[in-house]
Nanobody, 117 residues
Framework: QVQLVESGGGLVQAGGSLRLSCRAS????????VGWYRQTPGKQRELAAT???????NYADSVKGRFTISRDNDKNTVYLQMNSLKPEDTAVYYC???????????WGQGTQVTVSS
């Protein structure tokens, strides 16, 4: 069983920065894609950024140029560096690990990010 534990959320003013971390238990982290999703009340969870096991990255258009996803396989950890934060970035951010075969998605408990104007 894989557990994902996020940290690093909080309250920041618009234009500020935060760095989220997500550490995975077990030994499957390095072999699979990981990512960050976010959700606001009443809306569907949406992708923020993903990074494959070969370090290929993918970003939502809304965060391109401001957010950077990275991974450290030695530490079983994925990071999300968020710069130039906007109030519309306010959400609960969830860490995700996706196993392809057999398919299964693991989620963290979420960490709140609040950006004040």
């Amino acid at each position: 069983q894989v557990q994902l534990v996020e940290s690093g959320g909080g309250l920041v003013q618009a234009g500020g920065s935060l760095r989220l971390s997500c550490r995975a238990s077990g030994n499957i982290f390095s072999a699979n894609a990981v990512g960050w999703y976010r959700q606001t009340p009443g809306k569907q969870r949406e992708l923020a950024a993903t990074i494959s096991r070969t370090y290929r990255t993918n970003y939502a258009d809304s965060v391109k140029g401001r957010f950077t996803i990275s991974r450290d396989n030695d530490k079983n950890t994925v990071y999300l560096q968020m710069n130039s934060l906007k109030p519309e970035d306010t959400a609960v951010y969830y860490c995700n690990l996706e196993v392809i075969s057999p398919w299964r998605a693991y989620w963290g408990q979420g960490t709140q990010v609040t950006v004040s104007s």
